[in-house]
């Protein structure tokens, strides 16, 4: 049974982001050309890049889009609600990878423009954990629970999704609108619970 | 007795925003200048004016701040977290009117500037009501609350204030911040319940 304690997680708060394919990079940065890393992300492997684009809306162009490494098998552009507004898009709330039916974007990058067919999406709040930590923990992958954060502003946020894999690190990924309505800041943790 | 249909509360977003004293409208507008009113807000006797400020921080300035009416005996600048974050000025969380050991911000008028000494808040979450609404809701002015948000990303905010004047209408106001991680849109309610 885990102890009050051990239900402290870790958060990070995942800004505006984009995950790009082989051919994406290839027509936004040069043929082959290779992302160049700027600092690890704390889920194995992946990287903050240097190399950043803008999202082109009907509304609004967004600069300076960090772009995460390394490549993936699909483009997937994540933003804020916030985000979606300005640019005049609508972005649903997705988990990652699950791109079927999201609407495009525009990519601009050093060398050319993408017109995206879909991609876009606001990331479903989620817990990321090794299977010992859910053991631990006493969840599984894909189950729904709460997490509360304390402070001038405490904040419960619902509807957040347990995902369990072999090489993922506990971590509370939140956006940018959720962040800052809990006034999270470096060392914030969450306190999860069943919802 | 309250019964749960009667603990939905209309939820007003207030974008950053400026109420001004007399003096500083004449040095940012003219000596004299009336505030235009655009649109009355729920709250009685208040209404947005056409007019805007600038606000001037050390890392950025953020344009088309509305300016809220009637003037008031002193000057109170309302932004967000990200907000704060955007200028590079710190906005502790102040009840309204709270200004004591508050940080200035430059406003800057299409006539002048005014480099206030400070006025420059987060507003504390808060439901206005009528003392009436506080019999029927069964709770006293400045009392701590909580309220749900309900949808596809629920939230429970804590630490929401209830102030009760005869002149409040029953509305939540949160910052742009709070009600972008809730998702709220025209329409949405929120359900009250004790802390």
């Given at each position: ?98 791109l079927q039916d ?13 017109p995206l067919m ?78």
């Amino acid at each position: 049974m885990a102890e009050p304690s051990d239900l402290l997680i870790p958060i990070a708060i995942s800004a505006r982001h984009a995950h790009l394919c082989r051919r994406t990079i290839d027509v936004l940065f040069g043929p082959g050309y290779q992302l160049q890393p700027r600092n690890p992300l704390k889920q194995v492997g992946q990287f903050a890049a240097q190399e950043t684009v803008a999202l082109l809306g009907p509304h609004a162009r967004i600069e300076n889009v960090r772009v995460l490494g390394p490549p993936r098998s699909e483009n997937q552009i994540e933003i804020s609600h916030s985000d979606e507004m300005a640019l005049g898009l609508h972005a649903p709330l997705r988990l990652s990878g699950d791109l079927q039916d999201t609407p495009g974007v525009t990519l601009e990058g050093p060398l050319g423009r993408v017109p995206l067919m879909g991609g876009l999406v606001r990331a479903l709040r989620h817990i990321h954990m090794s299977p010992a930590d859910a053991v631990r923990l006493g969840v599984h992958d894909h189950e729904i629970v709460r997490v509360a954060i304390d402070g001038a502003r405490p904040v419960v946020f619902g509807n957040v999704m347990i995902r369990v894999g072999e090489d993922y690190r506990l971590e509370l990924h939140l956006d940018t609108d959720e962040g800052n309505a809990a006034g999270v800041e470096a060392g914030t943790t969450a306190r999860m619970f069943r919802a």
